[in-house]
């Protein structure tokens, strides 16, 4: 009998998720959610604000509670799966990371620019001498050529991550995109390689295939595909298609799609679709989290989402620069006249 290889499935459904819901999911609603991913037996659950710890704030949109709430509602309900946290350094602070630990999360996920892992080192040693299992996690990896990607995540391996992503955080990356990018870390570093895809041009589940076909062991997902802009490749989904394609991800295939259908749909504010504004980000290149905040700059400017977001495109504007998208919609305003 063949062993079939395993592949580790991340649900972020209440992280990435929390974008889609302006970061309003009440505690109530992340244990009910925590609840049907554990009785699915997904192995990772991230749970933070959207941006990650800390991130609940005037910049990035203030949260229904603290991640202390959210981080006591889910630890109490699990047993089968792990509890992980995002933390962007600069946002997130190393006492952030104590108090994630403290309710019971074993794994961080040190997320950078593709180009800033030098910043992820304080943050990646503390999480190792806290215990906890420390993940590098390199965010608009579309931006960077391969071989300066490599560069970065080993960077991150010299810290001391066990895991690094390439994260296609703006659901902007090809098939070919991904495989010369996983494949190329893959090739070179010691530790596990991950991906976490968004879905604004679709591809979100065929880049994951390709990212594991590269190497990757290690891939994110999200319940309905709730996520920053068109959201990421559905678990309910990749957990199918990964047990149709050969794959073991220890995750209960119908269980995944009730904990879809009946626990987070009813939850959603919109259908999770690939609108044209989402379809945007993808074709230009833009943080997928950028959505919600350039549909409110457009509504207040009276400016075209889509231009505003091509615009973002075109100057290569990084997360954390939220405060460009106001900008922007404000000189095209003006450019037309209003």
Do not use: C, W
């Not at 190329?184 to 994951?208: P, R, S």
């Amino acid at each position: 009998m063949t062993m079939r290889k395993r592949i580790h499935i991340v649900d972020t459904t209440l992280r990435d998720g929390m974008h889609a819901v302006s970061h309003q999911f009440t505690p109530d609603q992340a244990r009910r959610v925590a609840t049907a991913l554990d009785a699915a037996k997904v192995e990772m659950i991230e749970v933070s604000h959207g941006d990650g710890l800390g991130g609940s704030s005037v910049q990035y949109g203030f949260a229904a509670a603290s991640d202390e709430e959210y981080l006591k509602a889910v630890a109490g309900v699990i047993s089968n799966s792990q509890l992980a946290v995002l933390l962007l350094p600069g946002i997130g602070t190393q006492e952030d990371l104590k108090m994630a630990r403290d309710h019971g999360a074993v794994a961080v996920r040190v997320a950078t620019h593709a180009t800033e892992a030098d910043i992820s080192e304080q943050h990646i040693k503390l999480a190792r001498d806290l215990g906890m299992r420390s993940v590098g996690f390199l965010m608009m990896s579309h931006m960077v050529s391969p071989e300066k990607l490599l560069e970065q995540a080993k960077l991150m391996e010299s810290y001391g991550a066990e895991i690094v992503y390439i994260a296609d955080s703006a659901g902007a990356m090809m098939p070919d995109d991904v495989r010369a990018r996983v494949g190329l870390v893959k090739e070179n570093l010691g530790v596990d390689v991950g991906f976490h895809a968004h879905n604004n041009l679709m591809l979100a589940i065929g880049n994951t295939l390709a990212a594991i076909e590269s190497g990757a062991t290690y891939v994110d997902a999200t319940l309905r595909g709730l996520g920053g802009g068109a959201g990421n490749a559905p678990t309910e989904v990749l957990a199918g298609v990964l047990d149709r394609a050969g794959y073991d991800t220890g995750v209960d295939f119908y269980k995944a799609m009730d904990a879809a259908e009946q626990v987070v749909e009813p939850l959603m504010q919109r259908p999770q679709q690939v609108s044209n504004a989402s379809l945007m980000l993808g074709y230009a290149g833009v943080y997928s989290s950028f959505l919600l905040h350039t549909h409110r700059a457009a509504k207040r400017f009276g400016v075209d989402p889509r231009d505003i977001l091509a615009e973002l495109g075109r100057r290569k504007i990084v997360g954390g620069q939220e405060d460009t998208i106001i900008d922007v919609a404000y000189e095209l305003s003006r450019a037309s006249g209003r």
